[in-house]
């Protein structure tokens, strides 16, 4: 059995394990890559998965870093099943029309303008057409339903606890008379996460495929971090002024809506501060969660069967169309505004944090996990000005990071998960979903813990998974990690500066218009340098 990582490998985002066994090739998830232009370069690059050579895919869930490429893949001659828990389903269908959408408006705005540059269109990665076109691969099967994709191969799913209708993969697979199980965690939820269950024990595999987001810190509870949104409430409402909450538009806004509900059954949520829900997704989601009942946890249900809807604010407010939206940014006076994406980067959130960050007394809070590279993570980090829709915002707004709502177990929580099973000394163990240094620090606590070995596989690593055996690893140096030559790089630019010197005489013997023009743009470019600089350091 050989297992490629094709992403989530020393990184979080674009889950995709292409795996062969059985005599089969088939895939766990095939999510986006975000973050950087580097990083998302990988997404255009789907022709390493081989897509009309995967027979079919197991879906953890239906977030995008974990589903985001399938319509890319269907695009590219994929015709598999994709098997998924019904929740996850309904979950993935707006869910990718949504991403869909965000493709074909930022391939719009940039085809603008590189059409005014002469140069050529920019087409989207994929349309809402090659996101319908997947729909009916669709294949539901519900937890702890065992099912045989194909022969040699039974698959359980468990609810992972980390969004509606997320799971685990529990495989078994038979091959030369020989018995693994194998074990993808997916991402491992919370336990005591608002709304939905907790993350299920499982305790035996001989490979277990772990996720590591949190290796390196455990949360904060669950009551600091209501205090703390509190905190952001008191804090903009006194100054009259937006809370602003990027947040995932499935799981974590209802779970900020719940938050409220809670805040203001204790009063903590002033009655003249309206709510809105700006996202279309999410109003849309929070409807999907609303007729899931039967996923839901013991509380919630118990709240339901009150009459009490977790789910419902009197003040709260939903933005569907883009003239809604607009108006927010129009209105005057305290309010609360969860609009996604999460991370900041994409979405009608950009919008807000360009009408808001600038002004003091605003607050953004921050509730999920903001990946390397995204103006959520640079916010984060204490960034000063960042840049949004080609504009320099600089940052008044007070920054919140509440990690205690994370859809994410700590540290803690991991290792509690890894500890039941009961096969730990002869079981291998790889860590993906994480960022390295998160890993490393969790293989550490696992070394200490369980004194056994955790991998860390590289993007782009192949394992091969033998019983018994240490698994031989294939690295593809070169590819993982090409090198750059910043030394070459800063030596041209040095060059050229030296240039700019050596003809100051003849700028200054251009006409006036000319140099005001030429000034201007060495101003700009000056301008990006800076601006540079300053992210470096
Ligand atoms: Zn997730
Ligand atoms: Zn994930």
Redesign the pocket.
């Known amino acids: 059995m050989k297992v490629k990582l094709l992403g989530?490998a020393r990184t979080?985002?674009g889950?995709c394990f292409i795996i062969e066994a059985a005599g089969r090739r088939f895939a766990i998830d095939c999510?986006m890559h975000q973050g950087n232009a580097e990083i998302e370069k990988r997404n255009w690059d789907v022709d390493i998965y081989d897509p009309r050579g995967i027979e079919f895919l197991l879906l953890?869930?239906a977030?995008m870093?974990?589903s985001g490429l399938i319509p890319r893949l269907v695009q590219k001659g994929f015709r598999g099943k994709v098997y998924m828990t019904p929740p996850t389903r309904d979950l993935l269908r707006i869910m990718l029309l949504d991403s869909a959408h965000i493709q074909e408006m930022e391939a719009q705005w940039r085809s603008r303008k590189h059409l005014r540059r002469g140069d050529e269109e920019i087409v989207p990665l994929y349309t809402g057409q090659d996101a319908i076109a997947a729909f009916p691969l669709f294949s539901t099967v519900n937890y702890g339903e065992a099912f045989s994709p194909a022969p040699g191969l039974t698959v359980v799913l468990r609810d992972a606890g980390?969004i509606l209708g997320a799971a685990m993969v529990e495989m078994t697979v038979t091959e030369n008379g020989t018995r693994s199980r194998v074990v993808f965690s997916?991402?491992i939820g919370r336990p005591a996460q608002l709304l939905i269950r907790d993350p299920s024990v499982i305790k035996e595999a001989d490979f277990l495929f772990m996720?590591s987001?949190y290796g390196d810190r455990d949360h904060r509870n669950e009551t600091d971090s209501l205090n703390e949104l509190a905190e952001a409430i008191a804090w903009s409402h006194a100054r009259e002024e937006k809370v602003i909450i990027p947040a995932f538009a499935v799981g974590r806004t209802q779970e900020m809506i719940y938050s409220l509900h809670l805040l203001a059954k204790d009063g903590r949520l002033p009655a003249d501060m309206p709510v809105f829900v700006d996202s279309p997704l999410a109003i849309q989601a929070t409807e999907i969660f609303r007729k899931s009942r039967e996923y839901m946890d013991a509380e919630t249900n118990m709240l339901l069967a009150n009459g009490e809807d977790p789910l419902k604010l009197p003040q709260l407010r939903f933005a569907l169309s883009t003239q809604e939206s607009m108006d927010i940014n129009g209105l005057r006076g305290p309010a609360v505004v969860i609009s996604a994406s999460g991370m900041a980067d994409a979405g009608r959130i950009k919008h807000h944090l360009r009408h808001n960050l600038w002004r003091e007394g605003a607050s953004v809070v921050f509730v999920g996990?903001q990946a390397q590279g995204t103006t959520g993570r640079k916010l984060v980090d204490g960034a000063e000005k960042v840049r949004i829709f080609n504009e320099e915002i600089a940052v008044r707004a007070k920054i919140f990071t509440i990690n205690g709502f994370s859809a994410?177990a700590g540290q803690s929580q991991l290792i509690e998960w890894l500890g039941h099973f009961q096969t730990k000394q002869e079981m291998r163990l790889f860590l993906i979903?994480g960022e390295y240094t998160a890993q490393q620090a969790l293989s550490g606590v696992i070394r200490d813990r369980f004194g056994i070995e955790a991998a860390i596989p590289d993007y782009l690593e192949e394992v091969t998974l033998a019983p018994g055996r240490e698994p031989a690893r294939v690295a593809y140096p070169e590819k993982t990690a090409p090198r750059i030559d910043w030394g070459f790089l800063i030596a041209d630019m040095e060059t050229r500066i030296a240039q700019l010197r050596e003809y100051r005489e003849a700028m200054e013997s251009k006409a006036w218009m000319e140099q005001a023009e030429l000034r201007d743009r060495l101003l700009e470019i000056n301008r990006s340098l800076a601006g540079i600089i300053s992210e470096i350091h």
């Open positions: 989530a979080v985002t889950s999510g953890t869930h977030h870093d974990h980390h997916g991402d996720e987001t996990f994410h979903h």
